[in-house]
């Protein structure tokens, strides 16, 4: 064999050849049906030419940080973790409260300086990047934590603690600011004025497009939050005091990355493409972006949480490539329950495999010039910017999101995936698709007991907003042992909302892991099992069975199957022996009309209270019916509320 040729132009290797190929394998479908559409809009062809491209990745080739939660409540629970993680993998940490957008119900409680101290006892600051989440307490947290730096007497400038200020992302979680924006602007200013005045280099706030993500965004929509909250944190800012520069400078950016590896690469590049253009746009030198990805929460499953691991990978492989800085992966058993070590380990090892073993990391942005991942990085930007104008046109993004306009931008996207889940368009693989049945058992850690009971905040006395002084007294009373509590009482205004529309965190899996709660309860299997009643032989009937005997499983219903029955009497003698109450026909098309009509009847005979069939009616509807078929259920259909029908059927409270 002449290997030269696999790597030599080839004159008849053309576009119009390549095409002449596809429609023979199509055999008369029309060449469209392998164009798909994103959720923005965006089409995506099944080939593309190379293109040109500016790499748009990690400055030099550097391994990404691995960021690791730690988000156990007791002090000394989460010390031990983050030693624990440090010294097997990990370079970085995060600190989850309570309360933060990500917490997923879980978090470490920290109140004062010292309980800080002890979380991090160990671990030194200048080492290992330190990512703070508090949600609304963020700024009484970075209080605490420059008192910390200065209690243990380190340089502010060799300290990597991103302080991850995020009050929008904050208010767009829970509805509510505890000020008006101006107000919050002012506070914001100073305290990214009082963080540049003690000399720290990181990031102060956070641009986080997350909790917009898990509540139901698209990537556009993801990126134009992200975007949008930015542009007001350095409004902000530069009223403050800071140079546009150094107002850029002390914005870190934040999104989801979910199992899409394509989407998720280009997602990345576009950002960091979206905030050059941001820097040039204010005519500022170019700034870069510190960019941190987390694997998405609303892609994770409770049932067959193993898949979960596939999910995650995925994930953490476009992010890598993408261009990330930092990565956190979030462990498979999250959406169960606290995760246990074992948990926590493969996260962890998922960075390793990346990075020590495939050398994810070696190359600056490996996607620039693939075609198809160039064109879709270009039209997200694109995508993305244009709706950071319209959110801009609305007054900016606080007054988008106290107005509700922006949530209800995202909702509608949300509702628009959510019937496409329901039915199946969006399988979600041990979920709706290849249901696991019985689920595998997982182990998780138990949940946090309540809080201790804590005496009331007091507010404290501070100074006016400018010049960094009001940060600056509150970092004084951190020093002096002021709670979390009273660092954030001391920061209410007038002016404040609450009544916004909340975007809550959801998962793609939901709607059918109610289901399959509901219908673990039952007790008896054969309360909840469906006859599959196979007609005719078995090659005619089998894609129909395996097919909605894993739609009867996603809904946490049994099966049992007759496959192969020549009559309708055979049909009947089968569910009368499998004392089943429910009975679904599988068969051809064919085999329904010389026969389907009949069975039911003599189903309904035998008892059968419920009988379904598999398929499309058709212009057969009318007469189905009237023989005894209750329901139909085929592709398209929302599954979820079919399912419920059976589960009525069953005798459950839906």
Not at 20 to 47: E, M, N, Q, Y
Not at 194 to 222: C, I, T, W, Y
Not at 405 to 415: C, F, N, T, V
Request: proline share 6%; charged share 20%.
């Amino acid at each position: 064999m002449d290997d030269t040729k696999l790597f030599s132009p080839d004159e008849n290797a053309t576009e119009a050849a390549w095409r002449a190929a596809v429609d023979k394998a199509l055999k008369g479908r029309p060449f469209d049906s392998l164009v798909k559409t994103t959720d923005d809009g965006i089409t995506l062809a099944p080939l593309y030419p190379p293109a040109t491209s500016i790499p748009a990745g990690r400055a030099g080739a550097a391994p990404w940080a691995a960021v690791q939660r730690i988000d156990l409540a007791e002090a000394a629970d989460a010390n031990e973790l983050a030693l624990a993680e440090l010294e097997t993998g990990a370079s970085g940490l995060t600190l989850v409260l309570p309360g933060a957008p990500g917490a997923y119900g879980a978090g470490v409680r920290i109140a004062t300086v010292d309980d800080l101290d002890r979380v991090l006892e160990g671990v030194h600051l200048d080492m290992a990047p330190i990512r703070l989440e508090a949600g609304g307490a963020g700024r009484g947290l970075a209080a605490l934590a420059a008192a910390l730096v200065d209690r243990r007497g380190d340089d502010p400038a060799q300290a990597e603690i991103h302080f991850g200020l995020d009050p929008l992302g904050a208010m767009a979680a829970a509805g509510k600011l505890s000020a008006s924006w101006g107000a919050v602007a002012r506070r914001s200013g100073d305290t990214a004025l009082a963080m540049a005045n003690r000399g720290f280099k990181s990031p102060v706030f956070l641009a986080d497009g997350r909790p917009f993500h898990n509540a139901g965004a698209s990537d556009a929509q993801e990126l134009a939050s992200a975007l949008a909250s930015a542009l007001a944190y350095l409004r902000a800012f530069v009223d403050g005091g800071l140079s546009v520069e150094a107002a850029l400078s002390r914005i870190g950016l934040a999104v989801s990355v979910d199992q899409g590896q394509f989407a998720g690469i280009a997602k990345l590049r576009a950002l960091r493409k979206l905030w050059e253009k941001v820097a040039a746009e204010c005519g500022a030198a170019s700034v870069p972006a510190h960019i941190h990805a987390e694997t998405s929460w609303r892609m994770m499953t409770r049932y067959d949480p193993y898949t979960n691991l596939l999910r995650t990978t995925i994930a953490a492989f476009a992010a890598g490539v993408g261009g990330a800085d930092s990565v956190t992966v979030l462990p498979f058993t999250q959406a169960v329950g606290l995760p246990d070590g074992f948990a926590r380990r493969l996260a962890r090892n998922t960075h390793t495999m990346l990075i020590e073993e495939s050398h994810v990391d070696r190359v600056i942005d490996p996607a620039a010039g693939s075609g198809g991942v160039e064109t879709r990085t270009e039209a997200l930007a694109e995508k993305a910017w244009e709706l950071m104008r319209e959110i801009e046109r609305k007054g900016g993004l606080p007054n988008a999101l106290a107005s509700g306009w922006w949530q209800g931008e995202i909702i509608a996207k949300r509702d628009q995936r959510e019937k496409a889940v329901r039915r199946r368009l969006v399988p979600i693989v041990g979920t709706s698709e290849f249901p696991l049945t019985p689920d595998r058992a997982v182990e998780v850690l138990p949940a946090p007991g309540p809080a201790p009971d804590a005496a009331p905040a007091e507010p404290l006395d501070l100074p006016a907003e400018g010049g960094g002084q009001a940060f600056a007294a509150l970092v004084a009373a951190a020093t002096k042992g002021a709670r979390l509590a009273d660092l954030g009482a001391g920061a209410k205004g007038t002016g404040g909302i609450a009544d916004a529309p909340a975007l809550s965190p959801t998962r793609l899996a939901e709607p059918f892991e109610a289901l399959r709660d509901r219908a673990e309860t039952i007790g008896e299997p054969i309360d909840r099992t469906v006859l599959i009643a196979g007609l005719g032989p078995l090659a005619e009937n089998s894609a129909r069975a395996a097919w909605v005997k894993a739609v009867f499983e996603a809904g946490g219903l049994l099966t049992s199957a007759a496959a192969t029955l020549p009559t309708p009497d055979d049909a009947a003698e089968a569910a009368t022996t499998a004392g089943v109450r429910l009975v679904c026909l599988a068969g051809s098309d064919e085999r329904y009309g010389e026969m389907a009509a009949d069975t039911a009847r003599a189903l309904k005979a035998a008892g059968i209270s419920r009988i379904y069939l598999a398929g499309k009616p058709g212009e057969a509807e009318a007469d189905l019916r009237a023989a005894g078929v209750d329901g139909f259920l085929h592709v398209g259909l929302d599954l979820v509320t079919a399912l419920e029908d059976v589960q009525r059927a069953f005798g459950m409270t839906v």
